[in-house]
Nanobody, 119 residues
Framework: QVQLVESGGGLVQAGGSLRLSCAAS????????MGWYRQAPGKQRELVAVVTRDGNTNYADSVKGRFAISRDNAKNTVYLQMNSLKPEDTAVYYCSAGPPFKRLPGDYWGQGTQVTCSS
């Protein structure tokens, strides 16, 4: 079992930055792909960024060049650095962990953290 707790959300003006953190407890953090998803009101949850156990990253086109995902296996934590935020980035952001040795997250979920970007 893996428990995930997100933090770092808040209200920011357009062009600003936030850093989200996701602290994981349980087993096997270093061998799980970790990801950030988001869900805006009235929309489906979408994948924002993934970091594999090898450190490879992948991003949604809408955030490429603005967001950066990283992981610290010593701290069992994954981060999402969000720069140049836009109002359309407003959503609840969820952290997710995948099964061991697989390339995608989606097995375990945090409770979410609200990010609001005002124009």
């Amino acid at each position: 079992q893996v428990q995930l707790v997100e933090s770092g959300g808040g209200l920011v003006q357009a062009g600003g930055s936030l850093r989200l953190s996701c602290a994981a407890s349980g087993s096997g953090f270093s061998v799980r792909a970790m990801g950030w998803y988001r869900q805006a009101p009235g929309k489906q949850r979408e994948l924002v960024a993934v970091v594999t156990r090898d450190g490879n990253t992948n991003y949604a086109d809408s955030v490429k060049g603005r967001f950066a995902i990283s992981r610290d296996n010593a701290k069992n934590t994954v981060y999402l650095q969000m720069n140049s935020l836009k109002p359309e980035d407003t959503a609840v952001y969820y952290c997710s962990a995948g099964p061991p040795f697989k390339r995608l997250p989606g097995d375990y979920w945090g409770q979410g953290t609200q990010v609001t970007c005002s124009s």
